[in-house]
């Protein structure tokens, strides 16, 4: 069984001007641009590292709590 972190990463689809940054520098690919339009966090793949906050232009991204996760974005498969 995998062993979640307390934080995840939650992207804020409305500011997301889809430039994929977070993507690259993603160390388990849990973060991806759906449909050209903005990013989606896979909650079972993020360990809540940061990397993607920290490199966000658009400053968009924020680690919230895993109990709260999912809540206010898609998932993507
Ligand atoms: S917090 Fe870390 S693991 Fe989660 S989406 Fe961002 S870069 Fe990936
Ligand atoms: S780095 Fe920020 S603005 Fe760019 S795709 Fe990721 S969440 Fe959106």
Same mark, same amino acid.
């Given at each position: 069984m995998a062993i979640l972190s307390k934080k995840i990463a939650q992207a804020d689809q409305k500011n @997301? /001007?889809? @430039?994929g940054t977070c993507t690259k520098v993603c160390p388990r690919e849990a973060i991806k641009v759906h449909q050209g339009c903005y990013a989606v966090v896979d909650s079972f793949k @993020? /360990? #809540? @590292? #940061?990397m993607c906050a920290t490199v966000c232009p658009a400053n968009c991204i924020n680690l919230i709590d895993r109990e709260g996760a999912g809540k206010h974005e898609k998932e993507v498969v």
């Open positions: @997301c /001007v889809a @430039c @993020c /360990v #809540g @590292c #940061g």
